[in-house]
């Protein structure tokens, strides 16, 4: 199929698009650069032999993103991961989160229709889902209640979409929520580069083992978990990329509207995380264990059983292997 993959120069996206191509389908990618960098192309190219489309354009700019649609024609799905994703950031900025993050959905979503384009796949994020009041979470789970804008976000733009269809039922929409993506591609090439101090634990963990970093802080060690330590469903992003091609798969039988969990179902531990980074590359990962982080849950999960039913896909990679790439990407590809 060809697929407008909006994003496709960041973390997931660009993962995405070698899984795309590795499945035969030919991937067209837009982005506006705003949090990646024009040399993931070379590194697509590097690692597929081949270089597909890129358009760089915002999706918040009709003309210019028309202009996408026009010239490349018979898009057959769109994969939306275009988006600002930093939680703490968008308790500081939630204008931009609102603007960017809703309208590149509502530009998209007019552009779609207006060049006959069925099919979307959205990023969505296990943060619909607010404060677990079980785990692990299922899909029915009551959605809302995000804790930040950038949550709000993704909440809203499932209801966009979901309004969107019962409008026009011809328009398949399958919402992606994946839990905490983490590794890099085995390349070493590409992987996450965040600007700045990580907020997420795997890149700080690689941080620090690299010597860019000096000590690990683990956000508490008294959550009514085993070891103490929060408890998260991390999963490898080249099982997520691989998601997505399920998800195309999936929407050509016009599912309507669709939601899955892409997580691993297994929950670790902070502890557990460190403990297996340091199995899987040998380096030691010094820590001091500082309070709670405010907003934190104890622990947050997925059960991937829909995924594994109906889109045939679960996740095959563990946590060590994901340790060991992300490791491999910051001795390697990531910025010194
Ligand atoms: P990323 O920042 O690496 O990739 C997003 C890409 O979108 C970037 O290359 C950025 O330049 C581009 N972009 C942003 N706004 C744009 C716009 N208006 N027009 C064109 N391009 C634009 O992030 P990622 O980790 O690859 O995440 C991809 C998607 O998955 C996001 O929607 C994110 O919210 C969602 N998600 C990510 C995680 C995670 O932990 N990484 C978890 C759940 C959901
Ligand atoms: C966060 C976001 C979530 C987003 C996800 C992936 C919040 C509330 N949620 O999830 O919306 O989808 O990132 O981008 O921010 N930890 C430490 N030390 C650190 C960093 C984290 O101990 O330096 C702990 C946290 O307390 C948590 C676990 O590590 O228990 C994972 O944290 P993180 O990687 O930030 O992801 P989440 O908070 O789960």
């Known amino acids: 199929m060809r697929v407008l993959v909006t994003g496709g120069m960041g973390f997931i996206g660009s993962?995405?698009?070698?899984a795309l191509m590795e499945n035969g389908h030919e991937p067209i990618l837009v982005d506006n650069l705003s949090n990646s960098k024009e040399d993931v192309l070379d590194k697509i190219e590097k690692i597929s032999g081949k270089r597909p489309h890129f358009h760089k354009v915002d999706c918040c700019d009709y003309e210019g993103f028309?202009?996408?649609?026009?010239?490349?024609?018979?898009?057959?799905?769109?994969?939306?991961?275009?988006g600002l994703k930093a939680v703490g950031e968008s308790t500081r900025k939630p204008i931009e989160y609102y603007t960017n993050n809703l309208l590149s959905t509502l530009v998209l979503l007019r552009l779609m229709k207006e060049y006959?384009?069925?099919?979307i796949i959205f990023s969505s994020s296990a943060t619909v889902y607010g404060v677990p009041k079980r785990v692990p979470l299922v899909e029915s789970d009551p959605v809302g209640g995000a804790t930040n804008p950038y949550g709000e976000t993704k909440v809203m733009i499932e209801r966009i979409l979901e309004d969107a269809n019962k409008a026009d039922p011809s328009l398949n929409v399958i919402l992606l929520r994946?839990?905490?993506?983490?590794?890099a591609h085995p390349s070493g090439l590409l992987g996450e580069d965040p600007n700045g101090i990580p907020n997420n634990i795997m890149p700080y963990i690689s941080q620090v083992a690299s010597g860019k970093l000096k000590t690990l802080h683990v956000f508490g060690d008294d959550y009514p978990t085993p070891d103490g330590t929060g408890i998260r469903d991390y999963i490898h992003v080249l099982d997520l990329a691989e998601g997505h091609v399920a998800a195309l798969n999936k929407i050509v039988e016009n599912p309507g509207v669709v939601a899955y969990n892409l997580g691993t179902g297994k929950g670790t531990s902070v502890f557990e995380l460190i403990n297996a980074f340091?199995?899987?590359?040998?380096?030691?990962?010094?820590?001091v264990v500082d309070p709670r982080r405010p907003g934190d849950v104890a622990a947050n999960f997925a059960n991937c059983d829909k995924a594994f039913h109906e889109l045939h896909w679960k996740a095959k990679r563990n946590v060590e292997d994901a340790c060991r790439d992300a490791y491999r990407f910051q001795t390697t590809g990531a910025s010194k």
Do not use: D, Q
């Not at 028309?66 to 275009?82: M, P, Q, S, T, Y």
């Not at 994946?178 to 590794?183: Q, T």
């Open 116 to 119: 006959g384009v069925h099919n």
């Open 15 to 18: 993962e995405t698009v070698l």
């Open 278 to 287: 340091e199995k899987a590359t040998g380096v030691k990962v010094p820590f």
């Open 66 to 82: 028309r202009k996408v649609f026009e010239e490349e024609k018979n898009i057959e799905a769109v994969i939306h991961f275009a």
């Open 178 to 183: 994946y839990f905490n993506p983490i590794g």
